[in-house]
Nanobody
Framework: QVQLVESGGGLVQAGGSLRLSCAASGSIISINGMGWYRQAPGKRRELVATITSGGSTNYADSVKGRFTISRDNDKNTVILQMNSLKPGDTAVYYC????????????????WGRGTQVTVSS
């Protein structure tokens, strides 16, 4: 069964750091884009950062200079290093990946993790 499993969320004080990790497992042929999104209570899910298979990155303006996304292609893992955290970063963080799998044919499908809670106290 193909799945994404996140880890690393938690409670931290403003100004602190957290490192989120997401590992893709199962019968995966290849991985295209990977990324992180977040959803705060009462708000829509929003993009935090993405990274292509070639390593090109994209960040939301609100996290530029504070968050860094990276990936380990050998381990099918994407990492989000979050520094200088603010209370406004409080949300459930979801991992995303475009995975090439076999489902009647070989094609890329979007997969999401279940989410990990990040809470930043002031």
């Amino acid at each position: 069964q193909v799945q994404l499993v996140e880890s690393g969320g938690g409670l931290v004080q403003a100004g602190g750091s957290l490192r989120l990790s997401c590992a893709a497992s199962g019968s995966i042929i290849s991985i295209n884009g990977m990324g992180w999104y977040r959803q705060a209570p009462g708000k829509r899910r929003e993009l935090v950062a993405t990274i292509t298979s070639g390593g090109s990155t994209n960040y939301a303006d609100s996290v530029k200079g504070r968050f860094t996304i990276s990936r380990d292609n050998d381990k099918n893992t994407v990492i989000l290093q979050m520094n200088s955290l603010k209370p406004g970063d409080t949300a459930v963080y979801y991992c995303y990946a475009a995975l090439k799998v076999y489902s009647g044919s070989y094609d890329y499908y979007d997969y999401w993790g279940r989410g990990t809670q990040v809470t930043v106290s002031s």
